[in-house]
């Protein structure tokens, strides 16, 4: 399979704990992308990065979370300090550098803090 | 936050018929896409119109963009059962940084009846 894969598809987490999501982009694409999705809301944008660096972060990306790809492959994004307003579909998606990007999106992780 | 809104928020059709879905947005943009999200899973691409197009069309799908109107809208022809799904607009920002970030509507869910 060369889509994007995402792991944990599910996680279950107490309010306080760190959590940490995998995102594997299909293989030759130098972008990566993160979005958040709540109940019934389109997905929002949180960062990505063009090979390891990261372009750009949302406002709605708080210091509790961080995110690498440290040799522009793979990407992982913790959450530390998990509140309840974190629980989401967490998405990832790759793309080639273009203008006119089409992104492939990941099956997401869906993460509930208790 | 959202870029635009999607109208109508619900669409309930009987299979065969078409569905029309519109997308309003608010800051010049360099593309506009399409995606489709079965419920609980992650996001599939149907198709990308550039800024400078104003139509397009990819097997039961039409697109049609109006930049003078900041608007566009999403036909699919002879509908069918699995065709029901959330539908979402998402455009590609102008330039600068954010070139390649893609900001999401609210989505548009569509019910196809057997």
């Known amino acids: 399979d060369t889509g994007v894969s995402q792991n944990p598809r599910h996680k279950i987490t107490k309010r306080g704990q760190n959590v940490t999501f995998r995102c594997d982009p299909i293989?030759?694409?130098?972008?990566l992308y993160w979005y958040r999705q709540t109940l019934g809301q389109g997905p929002e944008f949180l960062t990505y990065?063009?090979?390891?660096?990261?372009?750009?972060k949302s406002r709605l990306l708080s210091d509790r979370f961080s995110a690498e790809r440290p040799k522009g492959s793979f990407s992982t994004l913790e959450i530390q300090r998990t509140e309840q307003g974190d629980s989401a579909m967490y998405l990832c998606a790759s793309s080639l550098t273009s203008g006119y990007n089409e992104q492939f999106f990941g099956p997401g992780t869906r993460l509930t803090v208790l | 936050s959202q870029q635009g809104e999607e109208d109508p928020q619900a669409l309930s059709i009987q299979e065969g018929e078409n569905a029309t879905m519109n997308c309003s947005y608010k800051t010049s943009i360099n593309n506009l896409q399409w995606y489709r999200q079965n419920s609980g899973r992650g996001l599939v691409h149907l198709i990308l119109?550039?800024?400078?197009?104003r139509e397009k069309h990819s097997g039961r799908l039409r697109v049609t963009l109006d930049t003078s109107k900041k608007s566009s809208s999403l036909l699919i022809t002879a509908s069918r059962a699995a065709d029901t799904a959330s539908y979402f607009c998402?455009?590609?920002?102008?330039?600068?940084?954010?070139?390649?970030?893609?900001?999401f509507g609210q989505g548009t869910i569509l019910t196809v009846h057997p």
């Open positions: 293989s030759e694409h130098n972008r």
């Open positions: 119109i550039r800024s400078n197009e």
């Open positions: 990065f063009q090979n390891e660096a990261q372009l750009e």
């Open positions: 998402a455009t590609g920002n102008a330039g600068g940084t954010s070139y390649g970030k893609l900001t």
